[in-house]
């Protein structure tokens, strides 16, 4: 089975802060997403990236960046964290094209 | 104009009744990718069933299936046989262009399985 594990389950942090959310998978896999998860708004792409060190815009990414120097890690970054920021972020993995993406269990993040 | 569109927020449905969940979607990619999910109160998404746009059958998987009439750009999820576990959000998503796209996902409804 695929794992898809995110470092944090919870985390509150202040804003300005700089916050790095983490997410590993364990299948190898190619493709690597995060989105973000707002009440009425469904899931929303922020960045993916396909290969290491490459990297793509979603459809929301201000305010975000992210790094994958290893294929199996993929990191989103809040440069300067804003109270906006608040929601669920789920990272997702996927080996290739017309396949489900597999999703981690989620990091809820607060910016006070 | 939303890609995906899900008209029902909300449905409570008896348990054992069988339950159509609308997805309307909006491409002019001829080559796409649909999917359900479905998230329940512990918050992960949990993959359910697939229909690509050249499939000729309409995808099932269990007691899951999609009702996929492509003229008309509807991908309705229909679960069989309703149980109390069913009770939780569903998602429509749909990739286009290429497979490592994302996936634009509708709003959601939330489905409450009553006994």
């Known amino acids: 089975d695929v794992k898809v594990t995110q470092s944090s389950r919870y985390l509150v942090k202040r804003t300005g802060e700089k916050v790095f959310l983490e997410c590993v998978q364990d299948?190898?896999?190619?493709?690597m997403f995060w989105y973000r998860q707002d009440p009425g708004l469904g899931l929303r792409l922020i960045y993916f990236?396909?290969?290491?060190?490459?990297?793509e815009k979603g459809d929301i990414p201000e305010g975000y960046s992210v790094s994958r120097e290893k294929k199996e890690r993929f990191s989103l970054i809040l440069e300067s964290a804003s109270t906006n920021q608040t929601s669920m972020y789920l990272c997702?993995?996927?080996?290739?094209?017309?396949?489900?993406?597999?999703f981690g269990d989620g990091t809820r993040l607060s910016i006070l | 104009a939303q890609k995906i569109t899900q008209t029902q927020p909300g449905m409570f449905v008896q348990e054992k009744e069988a339950v159509t969940l609308d997805c309307t979607y909006d491409?002019?990619?001829?080559?796409?990718?649909l999917f359900w999910y479905k998230q329940p109160s512990s918050g992960e998404m949990i993959f359910l069933i697939y229909?690509?746009?050249?499939?000729?059958q309409n995808a099932t998987e269990g007691r899951y299936s999609l009702n996929f009439q492509k003229a008309r750009k509807s991908a309705n999820l229909v679960i069989s046989a309703s149980q109390l576990g069913d009770s939780a959000m569903y998602f429509c998503?749909?990739?286009?262009?290429?497979?490592?796209?994302?996936?634009?996902f509708g709003k959601g409804t939330h489905l409450i399985i009553q006994p």
């Open positions: 491409t002019s990619d001829p080559s796409y990718g």
């Open positions: 997702a993995s996927s080996e290739g094209q017309n396949v489900a993406q597999h």
């Open positions: 990236s396909y290969d290491v060190k490459m990297k």
């Open positions: 998503a749909m990739r286009e262009r290429g497979g490592a796209d994302g996936l634009t």
């Open positions: 229909q690509g746009s050249y499939d000729q």
């Open positions: 299948m190898d896999h190619e493709n």
